[in-house]
T-cell receptor
Framework: DTGVSQDPRHKITKRGQNVTFRCDPISEHNRLYWYRQTLGQGPEFLTYFQNEAQLEKSRLLSDRFSAERPKGSFSTLEIQRTEQGDSAMYLC??????????????FGNGTRLTVT | QKEVEQDPGPLSVPEGAIVSLNCTYSNSAFQYFMWYRQYSRKGPELLMYTYSSGNKEDGRFTAQVDKSSKYISLFIRDSQPSDSATYLCAFNTNAGKSTFGDGTTLTVKP
């Protein structure tokens, strides 16, 4: 168990640029989640995958955000035409779901996005 | 109204004190109850996970769940400076997605 890995740790970009983040989940976990966290707030759900299928997207996730998990392993989160309001910590988490059982989420250390 | 309300803090205690952290929730579909610890610039780390009313103990940590009152607590005994962090309560339905409180920041002073 090497844990959830996120890359990069910190990204600084100019308003209007596109950015892409990568997440590698715990290998035996079939679910992968993206959350966003701003200062003083708890993590806020964005979207999640079971294997390669994207099962739910938050209403908060605008059309500028897209996530993929092409082979059911790693995932990418892309933000197009970034805005200053996108500045936040983007957290990835993974879990194991089997029948009625859902393990708790295990998080990576996040990608901190700063939009200037 | 938010589904989860967490005592906002911040909380500052002397080393060795007993700490109580609390959350209330309104969604009756929440079946699983977690506490996470988050150090600055790190991701949340799972501390406690339970699905039943009552107490669950793990070392210096005790999680308490009262489903009838929709109230959960985390108690830390003999608090240490290394416990200084933000503590997040979290809740799952059977679907597995977690809903979080906004966190309580704890400082334990030597």
């Amino acid at each position: 168990d090497t844990g959830v890995s996120q890359d990069p740790r910190h990204k600084i970009t100019k308003r209007g640029q596109n950015v892409t983040f990568r997440c590698d989940p715990i290998s035996e976990h079939n679910r992968l989640y993206w959350y966003r966290q701003t200062l003083g707030q708890g993590p806020e759900f964005l979207t999640y995958f079971q294997n390669e299928a994207q099962l739910e997207k938050s209403r908060l996730l605008s059309d500028r955000f897209s996530a993929e998990r092409p082979k059911g392993s790693f995932s990418t989160l892309e933000i197009q035409r970034t805005e200053q309001g996108d500045s936040a910590m983007y957290l990835c988490a993974s879990s194991l779901s089997s029948g009625q059982y859902n393990s708790p989420l295990h998080f990576g250390n996040g990608t901190r996005l700063t939009v200037t | 109204q938010k589904e989860v309300e967490q005592d906002p803090g911040p909380l500052s205690v002397p080393e060795g004190a007993i700490v109580s952290l609390n959350c209330t929730y309104s969604n009756s579909a929440f079946q699983y109850f977690m506490w996470y610890r988050q150090y600055s610039r790190k991701g949340p780390e799972l501390l406690m996970y339970t699905y039943s009313s009552g107490n669950k103990e793990d070392g210096r940590f005790t999680a308490q769940v009262d489903k009838s009152s929709k109230y959960i607590s985390l108690f830390i005994r003999d608090s240490q400076p290394s416990d200084s962090a933000t503590y997040l309560c979290a809740f799952n339905t059977n679907a597995g997605k977690s809903t979080f409180g906004d966190g309580t920041t704890l400082t334990v002073k030597p």
